[in-house]
């Protein structure tokens, strides 16, 4: 079956980086674009960013556009989100998803086989 884990969360201080990796298993990795998403408590699911299959096609969302980067190792069925120049506001649980439905790459809607997600926590 499917399986997505992501990992490199953890707790950084605001202007810091982290990279978290998500290994994807049971489907052919290199056929499908991946997203990265994060939830914050009380809030809906939001798009971060998404990477084509080639991983020649990047789109981020506004709010990350510029500090995250989102990239892919097909050889290693991994998907990476480098996140810099972190703000209290990206704390969040991060979950990495497959795209398996053409309706906007920036919807859950699009997305089935989601991560088990990890935390990141900026402090002030």
């Known amino acids: 079956q499917v399986q997505l884990v992501e990992s490199g969360g953890g707790l950084v201080q605001a202007g810091g980086s982290l990279r978290l990796s998500c290994a994807a298993s049971?489907?052919?990795?290199?056929?499908?674009?991946m997203g990265w998403f994060r939830q914050a408590p009380g809030t809906e699911r939001e798009f971060q960013a998404t990477?084509?299959?080639?991983?020649?096609?990047?789109y981020y969302a506004d709010s990350v556009k510029g500090r995250f980067t989102i990239s892919r190792d097909n050889a290693k069925n991994t998907v990476y989100l480098q996140m810099d120049s972190l703000k209290p506001d990206d704390t969040a649980v991060y979950y990495c998803?497959?795209?398996?439905?053409?309706?906007?790459?920036?919807?859950?809607?699009?997305?089935?086989?989601w991560g088990q997600g990890t935390q990141v926590t900026v402090s002030s």
């Open positions: 990477i084509s299959k080639s991983g020649g096609s990047t």
């Open positions: 998803a497959v795209q398996t439905k053409v309706l906007g790459y920036y919807t859950p809607r699009s997305y089935d086989y």
């Open positions: 049971g489907l052919p990795f290199s056929r499908y674009s």
